[in-house]
């Protein structure tokens, strides 16, 4: 790898598109291989056709490239290579990174000689016509939205050669000084572009029309337009009909109302009277679409999508006797795909962020539907590299914006332990043992003098009740249980980790300081009066968290914890959100409650009730229609209706102990290391008759109340 990267003479303060160009020959059409890579995106076509397009999304640390066959687009003798480049030049798009001028790099081999690099030989010119700019309600995080003038200009610039591009060292001079890429091929597949699908028309409106998807869902958007030369094309995307044309008034009810509004941000298209065809850089999220025009009706317009997700090779499979829960599985899958793309979002139309707390979820949730684990290390690896001098991580990253959320480098944490749990993967562990251990020690140093977590920085713990911006109420200036709380369950999967990879000494220094921490936490926040945890030290109210993470830290075991889950169940204590409903099952999985969840998803029969095709972030008003910690049946379903609970690290040992709640039977498939663990069950009486099918590198037990009918 010695090719040099090539780039525009001129910097450029304005975000736009160039095309890079070159051509070579081929005596022959061989096996060829490709690497590619360039700042902020790119989409490659060789003899025009569309390749592939990049980079996977980095961090300020790792820049990746491609590497792909690319025969099946090559001939034997002259081959045309195109490089579109999306050059963002200000704060936007925050989780790419990207130079201050467009910078390309390419290098194709066939038989292990190189065949065409960058170099000085290549041609550039800019694109202009297009203007990028934010969309309307989204944050700075998305990608441009787009504004297509009639005619595109083509300018020539002028291109010169940068350095040497050296993989294994992240590409330095003899002093050992970086250049701006530390290259690193990207761990990802390609992002799958799914058929392209038409909409349907569902409201005409003055000079326009709403179409639909049918369903929620993140794409790349292609339109086919010949109208009135003058006029502008507007499309607006929205998650769902609002009925107050003020989004932030949040008065939702049927998704599919047809007599309410769609807001959202747009693209625009001016009409140059000929056949024009465009496709936007970047996925949209939307249901509808808002289709404006001037004049509306001699307009010719076609528009298809192409679903847009990471592609997850899905081995997983539920059904039962309960047809609500089959939708709630299917709602649960496309809440995760629209959330899963060259990162794990929080939610695809506002933000488009990795948060930690999201991002351990939607791992937990995507290993119930395939075995595929690359995504999951992609985020634990961008996530390690935000770590701050005092040794908080990022509460969301990449970023350009530094955001510390304390909580959310204890969730982290949770992920790096779930994952080794999962798959044994001890060597990737390992590298993240000083990330950590150096998080742990920022827990500690910061502790009071009551030996509990203060409040710092954005103190979020769920956006649950009447609490401000999702802290509890005075938890701004004083501790909050559940941190403590949180805190101990950290330490207690870093003692588990420090356990088996080696570091003793370390586990028994976590398993003391989480004794200390526990001792402290029963001190201050119990309350002899309520007979259940205070939300902060002074604000005696009640809420679920407190009870939640009390099970989990282990504080109340046994009968005391059953006690305190009965209170915690209490309609008078402040309900957790979705993002906190796992948490919730886990606590009551625990100390074997795990029967009563059924009742506390009335707000995803609701989402159904009202035609949610995604889950939303939060009951009552939520602002995201699409947020992928509310995935929780995928969990649910797998782990506790069809039963399979993984019991040793690598997954080499299972339980199947099926909860059937009010079902009379359920079948499905269970994705794992080693393959998918396939089960069916059928109730008789208190019996549970079941059968399954498991790979033999899994040691299988059955529960107490199930009877086998065959292997």
């Given at each position: 790898m010695h090719t040099k990267w090539i780039q525009t003479k001129q910097a450029y303060t304005q975000t736009q598109t160039y095309v890079f160009s070159s051509t070579f020959v081929l005596e022959k059409q061989n096996k060829t291989e490709l690497k590619i890579t360039a700042s902020t995106r790119y989409k490659l076509y060789i003899n025009h056709k569309?390749?592939?397009?990049?980079?996977?999304?980095?961090?300020?640390?790792?820049?990746?490239?491609?590497?792909?066959?690319?025969?099946?687009?090559?001939?034997?003798?002259?081959?045309?290579i195109q490089v579109m480049v999306l050059h963002v030049a200000d704060g936007a798009f925050t989780s790419a990174f990207t130079t201050p001028r467009p910078m390309l790099w390419v290098e194709v081999t066939q038989n292990e000689q190189c065949v065409c690099k960058t170099n000085a030989d290549w041609k550039a010119c800019t694109i202009e016509g297009i203007d990028f700019f934010q969309g309307n309600l989204v944050m700075y995080s998305v990608c441009h939205f787009e504004r297509h003038h009639a005619q595109y200009r083509y300018t020539p610039v002028e291109i010169e050669e940068g350095r040497e591009m050296f993989e294994e060292t992240g590409g330095s001079d003899p002093w050992g000084v970086l250049v701006p890429w530390r290259l690193r091929e990207s761990p990802l597949p390609q992002l799958e572009r799914q058929p392209a699908k038409t909409l349907k028309k569902v409201k005409t409106e003055a000079n326009g029309y709403v179409l639909d998807a049918g369903a929620y869902t993140t794409a790349k958007v292609r339109i086919k337009v010949?109208?009135?030369?003058?006029?502008?094309?507007?499309?607006?995307?929205?998650?769902?009909?609002?009925?107050?044309?003020?989004?932030?008034?949040?008065e939702k009810d049927m998704r599919d109302d047809a007599s309410?509004?769609?807001?959202?941000?747009?693209?625009?298209?001016?009409?140059?009277?000929?056949?024009?065809?465009v496709e936007f850089w970047w996925y949209r999220a939307f249901r509808y679409i808002q289709v404006m025009c001037g004049d509306i009706q001699n307009t010719e317009i076609e528009i298809t999508y192409q679903p847009y997700f990471y592609p997850y090779?899905?081995?997983?499979?539920?059904?039962?006797?309960?047809k609500r829960l089959e939708q709630m599985w299917d709602i649960s899958i496309r809440t995760l795909q629209c959330c899963s793309h060259e990162i794990l979002v929080d939610c695809p139309f506002f933000e488009q962020q990795q948060y930690a707390m999201d991002s351990y979820l939607e791992v937990l949730y995507g290993l119930k539907i395939s075995r595929d684990t690359r995504l999951a290390k992609k985020a634990i690896a961008d996530l390690a590299e935000s770590q701050q001098p005092n040794g908080l991580l990022c509460a969301n990253y990449p970023s350009r914006?530094?955001?510390?959320?304390?909580?959310?480098?204890?969730?982290?944490?949770?992920?790096?332990?779930?994952?080794?749990?999962?798959?044994?993967?001890?060597?990737?562990?390992?590298?993240?043992?000083?990330?950590?251990?150096?998080?742990?020690?920022?827990?500690?140093?910061?502790?009071?003098?009551?030996?509990?977590?203060?409040?710092?920085?954005?103190?979020?713990?769920?956006?649950?009740?009447?609490?401000?911006?999702?802290?509890?109420?005075?938890?701004?200036?004083?501790?909050?249980?559940?941190h403590s709380m949180l805190y101990a369950v950290g330490l207690k999967c870093a003692q588990t980790l420090a356990q088996h990879l080696g570091r003793p000494a370390l586990a028994e220094e976590y398993a003391q300081r989480r004794t200390s921490l526990n001792r402290a936490i029963k001190k201050h926040f119990w309350n002899d009066q309520?007979?259940?945890?205070?939300?902060?030290?002074t604000n005696t109210a009640c809420s679920q968290h407190t009870a939640i993470w009390a099970i989990l830290a282990e504080i109340e075991t046994g009968e005391a914890a059953k006690k305190l889950a009965k209170i915690m169940l209490n309609p008078q204590t402040t309900a957790c959100s979705f993002s906190m409903s796992f948490f919730l099952f886990r606590a009551l999985e625990k100390i074997g409650m795990y029967g009563q969840i059924f009742p506390l998803m009335d707000g995803f029969l609701k989402m159904m009730d009202q035609h949610c095709t995604t889950w939303c972030e939060n009951p009552g008003k939520p602002r995201s229609e699409c947020h992928g910690w509310s995935a929780v049946p995928l969990y649910e379903w797998t782990t506790g209706i069809l039963g399979v609970k993984q019991t040793a690290?690598?997954?080499?040992?299972?339980?199947?102990?099926?909860?059937?709640?009010?079902?009379?039977?359920?079948?499905?498939?269970?994705?794992?290391?080693?393959g998918n663990i396939d089960v069916q069950w059928e109730k008789q009486g208190d019996i549970l008759l079941l059968s399954y099918r498991a790979p033999r590198e899994i040691e299988i037990t059955l529960g107490k109340n199930v009877r086998l009918l065959c292997e």
């Open positions: 569309f390749v592939c397009e990049g980079p996977c999304q980095g961090t300020a640390y790792t820049h990746f490239y491609e590497k792909l066959d690319i025969s099946s687009f090559l001939r034997a003798g002259e081959n045309e010949r109208g009135k030369k003058g006029d502008v094309l507007q499309l607006t995307y929205g998650e769902c009909f609002i009925k107050h044309p003020d989004y932030w008034v949040f309410g509004f769609i807001t959202g941000p747009s693209d625009y298209i001016e009409l140059s009277g000929e056949e024009q065809e090779a899905i081995t997983s499979d539920f059904r039962c006797s309960d914006v530094t955001q510390i959320i304390p909580s959310f480098t204890i969730y982290w944490i949770l992920l790096l332990h779930d994952y080794y749990i999962y798959s044994g993967d001890a060597a990737f562990t390992k590298q993240y043992f000083g990330t950590l251990d150096k998080a742990l020690w920022a827990f500690a140093s910061m502790l009071d003098e009551n030996g509990l977590v203060p409040s710092a920085y954005w103190p979020y713990l769920d956006w649950a009740g009447d609490w401000e911006n999702g802290v509890p109420t005075g938890g701004r200036h004083e501790p909050i249980a559940a309520t007979q259940y945890y205070k939300d902060t030290l690290i690598g997954f080499t040992k299972a339980e199947i102990c099926p909860e059937p709640f009010h079902l009379t039977y359920a079948k499905g498939s269970v994705p794992t290391p080693f």
